[in-house]
C-alpha cells in the first residue's frame, strides 16, 4: 500500500499477536518494534496518512494522563487508544448513575453503580490490548497524590467538572514539567485548550471561589461531549507528534450558533 508516496508493509493483529505469545513480550512492545522497522499494524493503517510511521511510533511508546473519566474522559480514553498511545493513566473516584447514560460512551445500563474506572480500563482493553492501563479509583484531592499517579506521563487531560480539582490537577502538571489539555462543556457549548508550564492557564480562566462550571443549569446532551473531547484527543495527538496546540487562550464552541472562536488569554 501506498501513503504519501510512500510504501510500508503492513502487519495484521494476530500476527502481532502469535509473535507476542512465542516471545513473551508484550502486544505494546511488538508493535513498536514492528513500527521502528517500518512494518504498520493494519489496525493503524488509517492514521499513517495523518501521523506518519514515525508519528505511530510516537505514540505507542507514549503515556498519557486522563483525570476524570465522564462525559469528556471515557471518549477521550476510547479514541486515544484507537489512535495507538501505548499507556493510559485513568483516574476517577465515582460510579456511574442513571443520569450518566445519555453522554457517557463507558456507561451502559449494565453498569450502573460500577466504578468509572474499572470501566473505562476494560473497554481500552477491549478496543486495544496493546494500550497499557493503569487506574485509580478515587477522587483526587492532594497535589502530591496526583503528582505520583501523573509521573510516568507526557501529558494530561483535564476531564473533570469542578474548578477545584482542574487547578490542583494543573499546579501538579506545573510541577511535572508536562502540558495539561483542558476541556469544558455546558449545553451546547464547550472549550478546549492545552496549557503548557508557565502558559497562561486556568487561575486566568475561572473566577476565584468558582467551584462548578454552567453545565450544573445548562445541562450536558451527548454531542457536546464528544465534540470537545475529540478536539482534547486531537491536542494530545499533536502534543506528542507534533503540531500547533491551542496555546495561550482557548477554543470557544457552541454548536447551537455554529460559532468556533478562539478567545487569548492574558
Given at each position: 500500500?501506498?501513503?504519501?508516496?510512500l510504501?510500508?508493509?503492513?502487519?495484521?493483529?494476530?500476527?502481532?499477536?502469535?509473535?507476542a505469545?512465542r516471545t513473551?513480550?508484550?502486544?505494546?512492545e511488538v508493535?513498536?518494534?514492528?513500527?521502528?522497522?517500518?512494518?504498520?499494524p493494519?489496525r493503524?493503517?488509517r492514521n499513517?496518512?495523518?501521523?506518519g510511521?514515525e508519528g505511530?511510533l510516537r505514540?505507542?511508546?507514549?503515556r498519557v494522563g486522563i483525570?476524570?473519566?465522564?462525559?469528556?474522559?471515557?471518549?477521550?480514553a476510547?479514541?486515544l487508544?484507537?489512535?495507538?498511545?501505548?499507556?493510559l493513566?485513568?483516574?476517577?473516584g465515582?460510579l456511574?448513575?442513571?443520569?450518566?447514560?445519555n453522554?457517557?460512551?463507558?456507561c451502559?445500563?449494565?453498569?450502573?453503580?460500577?466504578?468509572?474506572a474499572e470501566?473505562?480500563?476494560?473497554?481500552i482493553r477491549?478496543?486495544?490490548?496493546?494500550?497499557?492501563?493503569v487506574?485509580?479509583?478515587?477522587?483526587i484531592?492532594a497535589?502530591e497524590?496526583?503528582?505520583?499517579?501523573f509521573?510516568?506521563c507526557?501529558?494530561?487531560?483535564d476531564?473533570?467538572?469542578?474548578?477545584?480539582?482542574r487547578l490542583?490537577?494543573?499546579?501538579?502538571?506545573a510541577?511535572?514539567?508536562?502540558?495539561?489539555v483542558?476541556?469544558?462543556i455546558a449545553?451546547?457549548?464547550?472549550?478546549v485548550m492545552?496549557v503548557y508550564p508557565?502558559?497562561?492557564g486556568?487561575k486566568?480562566?475561572y473566577p476565584?471561589?468558582?467551584?462548578?462550571?454552567v453545565?450544573?443549569?445548562e445541562g450536558?446532551p451527548?454531542t457536546?461531549?464528544?465534540?470537545?473531547?475529540?478536539?482534547?484527543?486531537?491536542?494530545v495527538?499533536?502534543?506528542?507528534?507534533?503540531?500547533?496546540t491551542i496555546?495561550?487562550?482557548f477554543l470557544?464552541?457552541?454548536t447551537?450558533?455554529?460559532?468556533?472562536?478562539?478567545?487569548?488569554?492574558a
Amino acid at each position: 500500500m501506498r501513503r504519501e508516496g510512500l510504501a510500508y508493509p503492513l502487519i495484521a493483529m494476530e500476527s502481532l499477536r502469535g509473535i507476542a505469545e512465542r516471545t513473551g513480550a508484550s502486544l505494546r512492545e511488538v508493535e513498536s518494534e514492528a513500527l521502528a522497522a517500518g512494518v504498520v499494524p493494519i489496525r493503524y493503517q488509517r492514521n499513517i496518512g495523518t501521523i506518519g510511521v514515525e508519528g505511530q511510533l510516537r505514540l505507542i511508546l507514549s503515556r498519557v494522563g486522563i483525570c476524570g473519566l465522564g462525559g469528556l474522559g471515557g471518549y477521550v480514553a476510547e479514541e486515544l487508544a484507537r489512535f495507538g498511545v501505548g499507556f493510559l493513566a485513568l483516574v476517577d473516584g465515582d460510579l456511574f448513575e442513571e443520569s450518566n447514560l445519555n453522554r457517557q460512551l463507558l456507561c451502559s445500563e449494565g453498569d450502573l453503580g460500577r466504578p468509572k474506572a474499572e470501566a473505562a480500563a476494560e473497554r481500552i482493553r477491549s478496543v486495544n490490548r496493546a494500550t497499557e492501563v493503569v487506574t485509580m479509583h478515587r477522587r483526587i484531592t492532594a497535589m502530591e497524590e496526583a503528582a505520583d499517579f501523573f509521573a510516568p506521563c507526557q501529558v494530561v487531560v483535564d476531564a473533570l467538572d469542578n474548578v477545584q480539582t482542574r487547578l490542583l490537577l494543573e499546579e501538579c502538571c506545573a510541577a511535572l514539567g508536562i502540558p495539561l489539555v483542558h476541556g469544558a462543556i455546558a449545553g451546547n457549548t464547550g472549550q478546549v485548550m492545552t496549557v503548557y508550564p508557565g502558559d497562561p492557564g486556568l487561575k486566568a480562566l475561572y473566577p476565584p471561589g468558582e467551584d462548578r462550571g454552567v453545565e450544573v443549569t445548562e445541562g450536558n446532551p451527548p454531542t457536546t461531549p464528544a465534540l470537545v473531547a475529540s478536539l482534547q484527543a486531537q491536542e494530545v495527538v499533536k502534543v506528542l507528534c507534533g503540531g500547533e496546540t491551542i496555546r495561550h487562550g482557548f477554543l470557544l464552541l457552541d454548536t447551537a450558533a455554529n460559532a468556533f472562536e478562539f478567545i487569548p488569554l492574558a
